[in-house]
């Protein structure tokens, strides 16, 4: 049953932002249920949430809608699009992130008592979870006890992961001919002197976290000018940030704003792509049962997924799926059949604790 679903899924394009063809199944396959109410929710043009909730949940099953795209095609052995089963592996595209799971969470509906379980199938989570932060400000996902993003996990029950951000800077000068640069302001020099201080200074903004380690920052892009005869006019620097618990967006536009003006440089600060990082803050006996199915020791990710939004919006969230990720984003994604089925009698056994 979880392979004739998987084989469904994987043949649906579903790329970040571009969901209708996957929610469309979802609806069709969902609504003539009668114990939950189906919501649709539009988060972006093509970006599409479906939630599928009963009266009163007590957790939630989270599994995205979206896949990245599937790169060169002629680095897979087959079409991604294709559900190919070789030697006890499934492989396409979202095989193992995150389509396994959406038929795990679909196989579970149709199979176990549900009554007090709520499922969210989000879009855009390759790209910044733009639909589950729309799900959660829509106020349509309520208050539970326990989320629990389905994502490759090797089984292994995940109770912290980092965040991520970027911070893009933009360095403004006056253009002139090369020849006379006193009558210009050179931007790629303005970045240059933030740069040098940034990176002189950078240890000091170093926090520790139990679990996680350290927060990190990486100059990742630095594009300015136009041809080297002109004084360039504008210059722009992005940061990564791998942040810890407890630190978000609007403390690190202002620790970027700090920086500049020590720096002696000046330029526009603007924060993007912000996904909170995750520590799990719930009741020890859902952790504790899912662990003791799983036969293994709880463990850290350095992946996002969806928990770092649950947390924040004050909803305990813990990560556990089958898999490991290091399939995923490559050509010819796999997932074990194997794997897939232990999950599945894993899920089982901890919906009778519900």
């Known amino acids: 049953m979880i392979i004739d679903t998987l084989r469904e899924l994987v043949s649906m394009p579903s790329f970040g932002g571009n969901e209708v063809l996957i929610a469309d199944y979802l609806v069709a396959k969902l609504q003539s249920h009668k114990t939950h109410r189906v919501v649709v ?19 939630i099953l989270d599994a995205h809608l979206d896949t990245v795209p599937p790169g060169n095609l002629e680095n897979w052995t087959a079409s991604p699009f294709a559900l190919v089963e070789k030697q006890g592996q499934l492989i396409g595209l979202g095989a193992l992130d995150d389509k396994v799971n959406i038929a795990i969470a679909l196989e579970l509906f149709e199979t176990m008592d549900c009554h007090q379980v709520g499922f969210v199938f989000c ?10 932060a729309f799900a959660l400000k829509s106020g349509q996902i309520p208050a539970v006890e326990l989320a629990i993003a389905m994502e490759p996990t ?11 951000g970027w911070v893009k800077l933009v360095f403004r000068g006056k253009a002139t001919h090369a020849s006379t640069p006193e009558k210009g302001e050179n931007a790629i020099e303005k970045a240059l002197r933030f740069g040098e201080y940034f990176l002189h200074h950078k240890s000091s903004l170093i926090k520790q976290h139990a679990l996680l380690g350290s927060n990190s920052f990486n100059l ?12 360039p006019e504008r210059c722009e620097m992005q940061i990564d940030i791998r942040t810890l618990p407890g ?3 609007a403390d690190f536009g202002a620790m970027f704003e700090q920086l500049v003006k020590a720096s002696g440089s000046e330029a526009e600060i603007v924060t993007e792509a912000f996904a909170p990082a995750m520590d799990y803050s719930g009741k020890s006996k859902w ?15 350095t992946f996002w997924s969806h928990s770092g939004f649950y947390e924040a919006a004050g909803i305990p ?7 490991d990720i290091r399939s995923a984003h490559q050509p010819n ?8 089925e232990r999950v599945l009698g894993i899920w089982r056994e901890f919906f009778k604790y519900i």
């Open 123 to 132: 879009g855009g989570e390759e790209t910044a979870g733009d639909g589950l």
């Open 333 to 340: 994604e796999q997932i074990a059949v194997a794997e897939a």
């Open 317 to 323: 969230s813990l990560v556990f799926g089958p898999g």
């Open 247 to 249: 630190q978000i967006e």
């Open 220 to 231: 990742g892009t630095i594009n300015g000018g136009t041809v080297p005869n002109v004084v």
């Open 287 to 301: 952790l504790n049962k899912l662990r003791d199915l799983s036969g293994k020791e709880t463990s850290t990710v």
């Open 41 to 59: 929710q539009n988060y972006a043009e093509g970006g599409r949430n479906v939630l599928i909730l009963p009266p009163v949940p007590r957790i």
């Open 154 to 164: 090797n089984a292994q029950v995940i109770t912290a992961h980092k965040g991520v």
